[in-house]
């Protein structure tokens, strides 16, 4: 599968095992560095550790924060689905051959459960709306099999319950300071995501084709991509090249009494990616990528207004251009220290979009294997971006531009995360001796069990930025959260 924009390359140093496909959207098994050294990679869809969301204004959900806090163009399930080859750089593995399919099937299931920090009742409008947060609990499964001597194929599942109060708009206090007006804590909300995928093994690399959809009460997602990744110079370089449509539909509930509201609206996107991967050394790999994404359509979020200053012309609904295009450039370096079974990683990201956003993003992480069966992760990632060229907090007296929103994720802040994860592998738990019928679909002789947990700590401000934010500019509903993940995998 092809790289994507916002894939964590992570990874194992040196236990990981040649057959082990990835297992997961969220953490992805690679092949190891075989007799050479393992600067092994997995790819994570949500970076660190942000809970996997869509990046534009959908639905009441959109209020929380995902990818798109860090204002990365999210390139969606399909091209996500399409992206872990790459990250593993399949000119590391040697022998491991990383571009034959799996040979035995692989189920996962991971559960994470995200919950805001409340709002603080400085940046609280009194008596608008609540201070409660929004909590997401996510459940997924993925299953991985082969079917043909150079086929397999997946299945990713994925559910997700969430509730809570989001940021509606922004007026002034009685001391002209920025307060957010919050909804009640009443939004519930129910997605599931399925993506479906296939790959199509070469002798000299890979094709990868992806297809699914995303369904909540007043949101449907299509969407589908292909990819295909070579390599070249003795497997040392991989070229990746990647492209997704997706199809996003949008029926604003309670659109009949707030005129704010559209009854329904529609947009495209296109994803395309293109990734360098080299080999630099025994023990180091250097990832040079490049996203761009085009979308068309409602851009905006109907559920979130703008105030205006002394309350003159009222408040106006949320309206942002009707096509968007976004670029990401994203250099990864990994390196390996043999003589105590660690990894370093190192990811710089520079996005830019014709919204006015720009963004910086540096990422470490530190891989150390204990134990021949356990690996700990400390991880931290800081962020950095510009405000979109038409946010306004609190729009002037008589001024209503075409183009407007107070949405804090378009403010100009910075955000800084930490996380710590701890990772357990469990190799021949049981022998057994498969039939035929279920060796065919890849379940052998033996069990291998992986079990994953991790926790996160995100803080976001406009004193975190590159930048000077103004007490006007800072969006006063800049959000903190944690969460916390567990994840089972298991190899038949």
């Known amino acids: 599968m092809i790289c994507s924009l916002d894939a964590t390359w992570a990874g194992h140093p040196t236990r990981s095992k040649p057959n082990a496909k990835p297992t997961s959207t969220s953490a992805r098994k690679p092949p190891c560095l075989a007799a050479a050294l393992a600067v092994a990679a997995a790819a994570a869809t949500e970076g660190i550790g942000l809970v996997k969301q869509r990046a534009d204004t959908k639905g009441p959900s959109a209020g929380r924060p995902d990818a798109s806090g860090f204002a990365f163009p999210h390139p969606g399930p399909a091209l996500a689905a399409l992206t872990t080859s790459a990250l593993a750089l399949p000119g590391i593995a040697g022998s491991a051959k990383a571009d034959a399919p799996i040979e035995r099937a692989t189920a996962t299931s991971s559960f994470s459960y995200y919950f805001e920090d409340n709002l603080s ?12 947060r929004y909590e997401v609990y996510t459940g997924q499964f993925r299953f991985d099999v082969p079917v043909a001597e150079r086929i397999d194929v997946g299945l990713d599942v994925l559910y997700e319950e969430m509730s809570g109060a989001s940021p509606w708009y922004v007026i002034a206090d009685t001391n002209g300071d920025s307060v957010q007006v919050m909804s009640g ?31 909540e009460k007043d949101y449907l997602s299509l969407y589908g991509g292909i990819g295909a990744e070579r390599n070249f110079n003795d497997r040392n370089t991989t070229l990746s090249v990647s492209g997704a449509l997706s199809y996003d539909w949008i029926e604003p509930t309670d659109a009949n009494s707030n005129p704010t509201r559209p009854e329904s609206k529609e947009k495209w996107s296109v994803d395309l990616f293109a990734g360098l991967s080299q080999i630099l050394t025994r023990a180091s790999a250097l990832q040079a990528t490049i996203n761009y994404k085009h979308s068309d359509g409602y851009l905006s979020d109907p559920y979130k207004l703008v105030a205006t200053l002394g309350g003159g012309t009222g408040n106006v609904g949320d309206s942002r251009p009707d096509s968007k295009d976004q670029v990401s450039l994203l250099l990864r370096y990994r390196h390996h220290i043999e003589p105590i079974t660690a990894s370093i990683h190192a990811d710089y990201r520079l996005y830019a ?19 021949e069966w356990l690996t700990l992760t400390p991880s931290a990632r800081w962020y950095s971006q510009s405000k979109a060229d038409f946010y306004e907090a609190i729009l002037a007296p008589g001024s209503t531009p075409n183009h407007r929103s107070s949405d804090y994720r378009l403010s100009p802040y910075g955000a800084f995360a930490w996380k710590i994860a701890a990772e357990v592998e469990l190799e021949d738990l049981w022998d057994y001796d498969a039939p035929r019928w279920l060796q065919a679909v890849g379940v052998a002789n033996g069990l291998d069990l992986i079990a994953g947990l991790s926790y996160e700590r995100y803080y976001s401000d406009g004193d975190f930025a590159i930048q000077s934010v103004s007490e006007k500019d800072e969006a006063p509903s800049l959000v903190r959260f944690r969460v916390v993940a567990f994840t089972l995998s298991g190899r038949f």
């Open 353 to 371: 979009d014709d919204f006015g956003v720009t963004s910086h993003t540096i990422e470490l992480a530190w891989y150390q294997n204990l134990f």
């Open 121 to 132: 009742p400085s940046r609280f409008a009194t008596g608008q709306g609540s201070r409660e």
């Open 185 to 215: 804590a009443t939004i519930e909300d129910e997605r599931v995501e399925v993506t479906a995928d296939v790959d199509f093994y070469l002798d000299t690399g890979k094709d990868t084709a992806s297809f699914g959809f995303s369904k």
